[in-house]
């Protein structure tokens, strides 16, 4: 069929074309071209990987910005470095732990990079230095914007796009992946839908198609309650309420609720939590009988170590006269109850569990296993009772052991390398086939050369689960399978802590979202899940990519094909500023972007396309319209407050009121001979206000009152302007049709 040229209602010219033809177009449109092997030093990059250089380049050059999200050990980092091939200043934030890693990474892709901790801008920022490009490590320890460590990068993200590498960007709402964006896109990126965050995201799995062959299966064996002396529960739980330091408060259920935690990881976790809440009543009992109050900080001066217990003299503390009677009173029923606790406490055995990872290693006697657990007590405590089994390694934030004594970081995580020769060495004397470390160990770490994973007890977030299966399951494993067993806590824990339940809420939430449940589910489409449907659909569309030759998408006519089907619909390519997106005309005749309603349109072209239609300029010339009345509502969206359904009171400030106060005080207040010059201000305020900058930016525009002086607000604007990606200040605005792909119902086609 030749492609021909016809007028619709309202003069919309199309070209008419076969529908393997759009269908490429499409796809190209939305992909790009197809991106060629890449090599960096000594890396040779996965297909997998290079598809994700040519979408992070593209993301970075549209929006200044990018997180990469793809699962655990999918390889990240020499994305991320390929990326910065590109750049002459490059900067890395990243935990302290991981510093190695990266000078390793650095090393073998011959990329030259300045790697700060992510510590160290809480403690005081980075120096100041010309950066081009930003990339941060594990970057959901930025989620929470309240802290110094927030500020200090989104200041550094003021004029250098950032980079965001992380598997589990989501770990308790949505809030923790629009605080991520909003380093580079302002505080909009908490007003954008979900189909706007998955734009922003390029987030694979394993298990989805992709064609990533060197992951192993991940299997889950059933939960197994393991748990002594149930009868504690009742003597926690009945435990009086405690007293709060003068200027702070205390939920007696957190407190609770933590030794619940930790009587269900081991009693060796419960014995040290009950040290340490006595130590601290003790203090503040002693400061009482002197007649003070002490605030959290006066607290500080007595120390804690072991079983030691340093007091600071009553009379050095602070005055604050209260009445102590009643609060004394109060506190020593509270010190008493604990007291008597961890009496209980230190008979508490464990057997019950050192038997069932007995069990497991029985069951695994060939194969390295990693053991995780929340708490440092734990984890020694059970190394202590298995070290003597042999071949039983304890790694935490205090050290590294083995049998013979202490060894170095580095020396126990190199038999977990496929990469280190030790790996290769199972029957040493001081090979390793049994792990034991906290969650220190569940990121930015290769540990493939195990392939069993135990969890002595459950973490806050299906995140931290995900993060620490995610060590094995990875790239480079030497493994088909990996085995994952679970440590459950008792049903009556359960009631209290709700870990099961508050575990799977967060997995919802992030599959909801990302369309990754921590395990794996036969309904794999249930919920919106904008970031999961989105690279679904990229995968469908990549195998439109050579379905016939390509017509030129620059062309200002849209490419349009007919099929035939049992209701109207639609699935099309438009630009909107520059920027293609996916539209479909769902089933109530309405255009849309939400990711459900593309995928699914996009699926039904799949199945069509070879049974053609009529042409029905009628009903292009609909879709069109439709598909102006989608942008007219985008345009209305963007103009006002969206808030994504939420209540006022929750909706971050929005620096375009401020702006557009101080562009009419701008003007209202100059006069007449410099009335020009104030309305280019005022219209550069305005242009401030209407796409997104970073967040440090908008704190500086925050800080323009509608009396600033000319010479203040042009230095502000001048840093806006500079902030923008060169996209955004190149990018093609307004909105039209690349292609579309209309379906006729069959009854109006065989007319």
């Not at 557009?660 to 007449?672: L, W």
């Amino acid at each position: 069929m030749l492609a021909r040229t016809i007028e619709t209602t309202r003069a919309h010219a199309a070209v008419t074309v076969p529908a393997a033809a759009v269908m490429a177009t499409i796809a190209r449109a939305m992909l790009g071209d197809k991106a060629n092997g890449r090599r960096i030093g000594d890396v040779t990059l996965h297909p997998h990987q290079i598809s994700a250089l040519g979408r992070v380049h593209e993301t970075l050059d549209r929006y200044h910005g990018a997180l990469l999200c793809d699962e655990v050990g999918l390889g990240k980092t020499y994305v991320a470095l390929a990326v910065s091939a590109n750049y002459e200043a490059v900067t890395i934030v990243a935990p302290a732990s991981l510093r190695e890693m990266w000078r390793t990474a650095l090393q073998v892709t011959g990329i030259t990079a300045e790697i700060i901790s992510m510590e160290s801008l809480g403690r005081g920022g980075a120096a100041e230095r010309r950066r081009t490009l930003l990339i941060v490590d594990e970057a959901h320890h930025f989620r929470n914007a309240c802290t110094r460590r927030y500020a200090a990068l989104a200041r550094l993200c003021t004029l250098t796009p950032v980079l965001l590498l992380t598997a589990t960007p989501l770990h308790n709402s949505r809030d923790d992946i629009a605080a991520l964006a909003a380093l580079f896109l302002g505080s909009g990126a908490y007003r954008m839908t979900d189909a706007d965050l998955a734009r922003l995201t390029i987030r694979r799995i394993a298990e989805n198609g992709s064609g990533i062959q060197t992951i192993p299966v991940l299997e889950h064996s059933p939960p197994r309650v393991v748990i002594a002396q149930a009868a504690i529960l009742d003597s926690i739980l009945s435990i009086p309420p405690p007293v709060p330091p003068r200027d702070g408060s205390v939920a007696t259920q957190l407190v609770i609720h933590g030794l619940v935690r930790q009587w269900v990881s081991s009693g060796a976790a419960l014995t040290a939590a009950l040290k340490r809440r006595i130590a601290r009543s003790q203090s503040l009992l002693e400061s009482l009988v002197a007649g003070r109050y002490p605030t959290a900080d006066e607290l500080a001066a007595w120390v804690y170590m072991g079983d030691a217990v340093q007091l600071a003299f009553g009379d050095l503390l602070v005055p604050n006269n209260v009445p102590p009677s009643s609060l004394a009173s109060s506190l020593r029923e509270h010190v008493d109850a604990l007291t008597k606790l961890l009496v209980r406490a230190r008979n508490i055995d464990d057997a019950a569990l050192i038997a069932y990872i007995r069990e497991i290693r029985d069951a695994h006697p060939d194969e390295r296993i990693v053991a995780f657990s929340c708490y440092a007590e734990t984890a020694e405590s059970l190394y202590r009772a298995l070290r003597r089994d042999g071949h039983v390694a304890l790694l935490t934030a205090r050290g590294a052991l083995i049998a013979t004594g202490p060894v170095s970081r580095a020396e126990v995580l190199a038999q977990f390398d496929p990469e280190s020769p030790a790996s290769r060495n199972m029957q040493g004397h001081n090979s390793i086939r049994l792990l034991i470390a906290t969650d220190l160990l569940s990121e930015g770490v290769n540990l493939q050369c195990a392939s069993v994973v135990i969890h002595l007890d459950l973490p806050w977030t299906a995140a931290r689960i995900e993060q620490r299966v995610g060590r094995l399951v990875r790239l480079g494993s030497p493994h088909s399978r990996v085995v994952s067993y679970t440590v459950s806590p008792p049903q009556r824990a359960e009631q209290c802590l709700h870990e099961l339940e508050i575990i799977a809420q967060k997995a919802g939430i992030s599959e909801q979202l990302l369309g990754t449940p921590v395990r794996p589910r036969e309904d794999s489409r249930t919920g919106s899940r904008a970031i999961g449907e989105n690279e679904a659909m990229r995968r469908l569309l990549d195998s439109w990519r050579d379905t016939a030759t390509q017509f030129d998408a620059s062309s200002s006519t849209p490419h349009v094909a007919y099929l035939a089907g049992s209701r109207s619909g639609a699935l099309g390519a438009w630009l909107v500023d520059g920027s293609p997106i996916l539209l479909s005309l769902d089933r109530a005749g309405v255009m849309t972007d939400d990711s459900s309603s593309v995928l699914s349109a996009a699926e039904r072209v799949t199945q069509a396309r070879s049974v053609a239609a009529t042409e029905s300029p009628r009903e292009l010339s609909s879709i069109l319209e439709s598909a102006r009345a989608w942008n007219d509502r985008r345009r209305a969206w963007t103009a006002v407050v969206g808030n994504n359904g939420r209540q006022p009171d929750k909706v971050r400030h929005d620096i375009r009121h401020s702006l557009a106060r101080v562009a009419d005080a701008t003007v209202n207040n100059s006069t007449f001979a410099r009335r020009f010059q104030s309305a280019s201000v005022a219209g550069r305020l305005r242009d401030a206000a209407s796409s997104p900058v970073p967040l440090a930016v908008e704190w500086s525009l925050e800080s323009l009152s509608e009396c600033a002086d000319e010479a203040s607000v042009n230095s502000i604007l001048d840093l806006v302007e500079t902030s923008r990606p060169i996209a955004d200040r190149v990018r093609e605005v307004g909105f039209r049709c690349i292609a579309v792909i209309v379906f006729v119902p069959e009854t109006e086609s065989t007319a």
